[in-house]
């Protein structure tokens, strides 16, 4: 018998049901995110960019994400260096505006982050790898973390419950963690997003122990400038200490040590944290090449190219463990089902130098370094094999971020959101240039002056302030930046008009006057 009351408890809970039929069907249509994020991965070392060593290192998981869906060829960063590339990714602002300019800084976690607008949005959030801004991260349910920079080897991990050591190799490490948080630890009712963030490729380029001898019989292509002499370019390049040939360390960059160097702090930064075995294999995958250079049948040219193929096997070799590992994430999303409602991005930190200009590194305004891979996937929205040409910058993710979860984007935050382009709509109106700028100077490591620019689709204007250089850059007909312009009454008219536009971002984003 259907009693008031029954009734009232039936038409109640089908009542609350409906109410509750629209949140749930929102959530279910509120895609999962996922961004990896290496650290100075160059956009030159992954496959499906085509670059010189596409052939002969690829990096076929890494391509899955372009082949089943974007690859963007215009992707830049805001400022080339760890921890306020990082900052600008979570806040959706540049440099000046979330206070954390350079790697001395403190990151104020206490400020808006697309993690914390995401968890008002119903998101679980989890970070796992490098963080490398000086706080504890917000924003986060669950974080693991690696402290600085990170150790390759048996590296400690912060959590909430503090700090402790993990056996293995970091790569792995990261991946293993965030795996068994996708399976046994997130809230299966909640979308999610996660961050990936590995240290690797970063220096000190150390192999995994599957890849120490990967890339053995390899030669790897040269870069055309590889012995670049700067003789067009100003005081900035010629000052640079970030040379292959002056600049890195026989030790813990090469892995070029003899008996005598053992307990050495270069020694230390390589063996340190290595078990008995793990450092024996290592003594073993290294020993011809430890031959070879300490022999001295290497001098001048011969030398540095010897230095460069040392450098990048190591370099690639860390890229092999990142792609395997990249690898491991795209067949749990595809195995769990995950990945037909879950937004992949993949991109580094800011690009790196692979011995162009003969150099290593980052932070100068160069192609090189400025202009980062991204890649990203997202079924059903992307189409596959798509290829983007539209100038984007980190400073675009926070607010793809939100705008794909349907989430309020805050007004203050700088970037445009990239949705217009994933689904392959025309955007007329998108930016036609892009704003730079490099604050920590020559006195900090590799003694890279300071500098802003501006790049639009040919031309490229930079001005180091401290020194009063400018220089100007034509990239289509000088697509290696040899040949600084400046001076050349023959761009007067374009060099007018990139300064205009120059002053235009710096208004638009509200730079200060002394922004130093």
């Not at 730079?436 to 031309?459: F, I, L, M, Q, S």
């Not at 034509?474 to 536009?501: C, F, G, M, S, W």
């Amino acid at each position: 018998m259907l009693t008031r009351r029954t009734f009232l408890k039936q038409t109640g809970a089908a009542a609350a049901m409906a109410a509750l039929l629209p949140r749930l069907c929102h959530a279910q249509q509120m895609p999962n995110i996922i961004w990896i994020c290496c650290d100075d991965h160059a956009q030159n070392a992954i496959s499906a960019y085509g670059g010189r060593l596409a052939e002969v290192a690829p990096t076929p998981n890494i391509d899955r994400i372009a082949r089943e869906g974007a690859l963007f060829r215009s992707s830049f960063v805001t400022n080339s260096i760890c921890g306020p590339s990082r900052a600008v990714v979570l806040t959706g602002l540049f440099s000046h505006k979330n206070g954390y300019k350079d790697n001395r800084s403190r990151f104020d976690g206490s400020q808006q982050t697309f993690p914390k607008l995401l968890q008002q949005a119903g998101y679980e959030t989890a970070l796992f790898g490098k963080w490398h801004l000086h706080s504890d991260p917000t924003g986060f349910h669950h974080w693991e973390i690696l402290p600085g920079q990170g150790d390759y080897y048996n590296p400690d991990f912060i959590t909430k419950e503090g700090q402790k050591r993990n056996e293995g190799y970091v790569t792995d490490l990261i991946t293993d963690k965030a795996l068994h948080w996708l399976e046994h630890e997130r809230d299966n009712g909640k979308p999610f997003m996660m961050m990936v963030q590995h240290n690797a490729p970063h220096r000190e380029w150390l192999p995994s122990p599957k890849h120490l001898r990967t890339y053995e019989d390899t030669v790897f292509p040269e870069p055309e400038t590889l012995f670049d002499d700067y003789a067009t370019r100003g005081t900035a390049a010629h000052k640079q200490d970030m040379t292959i040939e002056k600049t890195m360390r026989p030790g813990a960059d090469l892995k070029l040590f003899r008996k005598e160097d053992e307990g050495s702090a270069e020694w230390k930064d390589i063996f340190e944290r290595m078990t008995a075995e793990q450092r024996a294999d290592w003594e073993d995958a290294y020993r011809a090449r430890n031959e070879e250079y300490w022999s001295g049948k290497y001098q001048g040219k011969e030398l540095v190219r010897f230095k460069y193929q040392c450098y990048i096997r190591d370099y690639m070799r860390c890229v092999a463990s990142v792609d395997d590992n990249v690898g491991r994430v795209l067949d749990y999303l595809e195995t769990s089902g995950l990945d037909k409602n879950t937004l992949i991005f993949y991109s580094s930190d800011q690009s790196f130098y692979l011995g162009e200009h003969g150099w290593f590194d980052k932070r100068f305004m160069y192609e090189e370094s400025l202009r980062t891979p991204l890649l990203a996937r997202w079924r059903g929205v992307i189409k596959p094999g798509s290829e983007i040409d539209a100038m984007v910058q980190n400073l675009d993710y926070a607010v793809t971020f939100l705008a794909a979860a349907g989430a309020a984007v805050p007004a203050n935050m700088q970037g445009t959101s990239m949705l217009p382009l994933l689904r392959g709509e025309t955007a007329d109106d998108w930016r036609k240039s892009i704003y730079y700028h490099y604050y920590e100077g020559e006195k900090a490591v590799h003694a890279v002056y300071k500098h802003y620019g501006v790049r639009t689709e040919r031309y490229k204007l930079m001005y180091f302030y401290t020194l009063d250089e400018w220089e100007f850059y034509d990239l289509q007909e000088d697509p290696h930046e040899l040949r600084n312009e400046y001076n050349n009454p023959d761009y007067a008219e374009e060099i007018q008009k990139a300064k205009q536009e120059l002053e235009r971002l710096r208004q638009l984003y509200e730079v200060p006057e002394d922004d130093e």
